[in-house]
């Protein structure tokens, strides 16, 4: 029986996925298992599933009808193995992969640990209104601070982390204290964020959402609250 054009295509199209996905598998093997320089010529790569073997150039052929633009599916996987293999790419790989010893020290960006501090309940004077700075009320802090434990995680010592009573202590100078109180909990969120970046060298960026559980407005309220991020320069 003779397939239809449309059939056809729709054939055309699964092989042409199922040997990408051969020469995707195939170079990323090939990158976790091994190291090479970068080379002065381009170099030849055999793509799976085709009887081609492919160098680092890439040219569509011209069709039967002299269209160009529709090349054969070996030549499709050539490209595809050809661009993933390049030594530019080859490089990006082995550098997102690269796995860190215990005695390197990576780039702040590259490391995404966190230490949390949530629910920090405190009695505070802060508020635009008379009542608040002469009455007081309670306010939640939660923190969370960029910090990274490839060190610590090794070597077991507090001097590699961030001290977390003492990082209790100086959210609660800033928090408590009538001498200490602020119109708007924008400012103290602000002020607990910059002596965190202060205090601790280790901290690469920090976020701090301050609530008032019991503000005043008319109606029901679970708490408002605002949420300020720093990080350092």
Known sequence: AQWSPSTEATMR?????????????EATRRVSQTSVPTPTHLTRWRAVGSAETC???????SSSDGRRGVGTR????????????SPTHHA?????TKSYSSNTTPHAHSCRDKIHM???????????LH???????KFVVDVTMSVCHLTSGQSDDIKDTVDYASAYELIKEQVEGK???????????AGIATELLKKFEKVIDVTVRVQKPHVAVTGTVGSLGIEVFRQRE
């Not at 990006?92 to 997102?96: A, G, I, T």
């Not at 949530?118 to 635009?128: I, N, R, T």
């Not at 001498?179 to 969120?189: C, F, H, Q, W």
Request: hydrophobic content about 45%.
């Open 92 to 96: 990006v790989l082995q550098q997102q």
């Open 74 to 85: 070996a030549d499709t996987v050539c490209h595809l193995a050809s661009t993933l293999m």
């Open 13 to 25: 199209a699964m092989l042409l996925t199922r040997d990408a996905a051969r020469a995707l598998r």
């Open 179 to 189: 001498d200490n109180a602020k119109d708007l909990i924008e400012r103290v969120g």
């Open 118 to 128: 949530e629910a920090l309940s405190f009695h505070g004077y802060h508020g635009v």
């Open 55 to 61: 160098t680092g150039a890439f040219s569509w052929p």
């Open 131 to 137: 009542a608040e700075k002469v009455l007081g009320q």
